[in-house]
């Protein structure tokens, strides 16, 4: 294999992340994932979405705290000791959030996927905050819409 050869198979790796949610599992880039945290009890605010589970603190910053599987439209997910809660890095630009927090159930596993490993999944319907649902590497996931709901937090933030 020549040095070109090599250097494009290793550009098309992308580390990931693959997080566990209640009766489904998430796919991300590792780089938007700033840190895997234990759950943690949000301070919540009255009269607030079912999804919005309120903020916490972490290294000295507010975090709102979601839950993906409410936000989607699906059912709530588990409330085991394998709660963990995934701390987002912010896409929304020139606002004040730079993270948000999800709530997940159990040990994220890091992949490192080449494009030919990912399949899309069209046999299953998608929420509001998925963008798509893939195989990857034969194990099912969603993609996330994280930009959806992070702008759907901004916008419920924003106004109370």
């Not at 993906?68 to 630009?93: K, M, P, Y």
């Not at 020139?94 to 709530?103: A, D, L, R, S, T």
């Not at 996927?113 to 509001?128: D, F, K, N, Q, V």
Request: glycine share 6%.
């Amino acid at each position: 294999m020549s040095r070109d050869q090599n250097t494009n198979t290793a550009d098309s790796v992308l580390a990931t992340l693959l997080i566990p949610l209640h009766e489904k599992q998430l796919v991300l880039p590792n780089v938007s994932v700033a840190e895997i945290i234990p759950f943690m009890d949000p301070k919540e605010i009255e009269n607030s979405p079912d999804w919005f589970l309120g903020h916490i603190m972490w290294r000295d910053v507010s975090v709102p705290l979601i839950s993906f599987e409410l936000i989607n439209g699906d059912a709530a997910g588990s409330s085991s000791r394998t709660r963990r809660i995934a701390v987002l890095n912010g896409l929304l630009e020139g606002e004040e959030m730079p993270f948000c927090g999800i709530v997940i159930d159990g040990v994220p596993r890091l992949m490192r996927i080449i494009p030919s490993e990912i399949a899309l999944e069209e046999s299953t319907s998608l929420g509001p905050s998925e963008l798509s649902n893939v195989l990857v590497s034969g194990e099912k996931a969603s993609i996330p819409d994280i930009d959806y709901f992070q702008k759907k937090l901004h916008h419920f933030l924003t106004s109370i």
